[in-house]
């Protein structure tokens, strides 16, 4: 699991805890969950592009057990979480460096910034909508 990367981690607590607490919503998911694997970092437990990430993928009805809903403001993180679930389902052996080139590839080169990880750990552990 720690080929996730911590934010991978944080994505598949956050979804733990949505399939056991129905009643919790997924923004206050993740947070619980940054908080567990962030537990003196309020900085990383804050980092706002794989939350959002996140929060696009359930907004979008892609994360099994999450009702699709308004969950994030986030244009960009939700698009290139999105897209890169998309690749996923016809190339999984992407790394996480690759997905991200492929998301970008039309748009000015940007700093990865944990976004993949999210979408890989929840791909390769079973928790997205194919």
């Known amino acids: 699991m720690s080929n996730y990367g911590k934010y991978g981690l944080v994505a598949l607590n956050a979804v733990n805890k949505l399939n056991s607490m129905k009643e919790i919503a997924p923004s206050n998911a993740w947070d619980e969950a940054a908080a567990f694997v962030f537990p003196?970092?309020?900085?990383?437990?804050?980092?706002?592009?794989p939350r959002s990430s996140f929060l696009g993928l359930c907004e979008e009805g892609k994360v099994k057990g999450v009702k699709s809903g308004n969950y994030t403001s986030s244009k960009a993180n939700k698009a290139y979480a999105n897209d890169a679930a998309e690749l996923l389902k016809n190339s999984p052996k992407l790394t996480t460096k690759e997905l991200w080139g492929k998301v970008?590839?039309?748009?000015?080169?940007?700093?990865?910034?944990?976004?993949?990880?999210?979408?890989a750990a929840l791909f390769h552990e079973g928790h997205l909508i194919a």
């Not at 003196?40 to 592009?49: A, I, P």
């Not at 940007?110 to 976004?115: G, I, L, R, V």
């Open 40 to 49: 003196t970092q309020l900085s990383s437990r804050k980092k706002g592009c």
């Open 104 to 119: 970008i590839s039309n748009a000015e080169p940007k700093a990865h910034n944990s976004q993949m990880n999210v979408v």
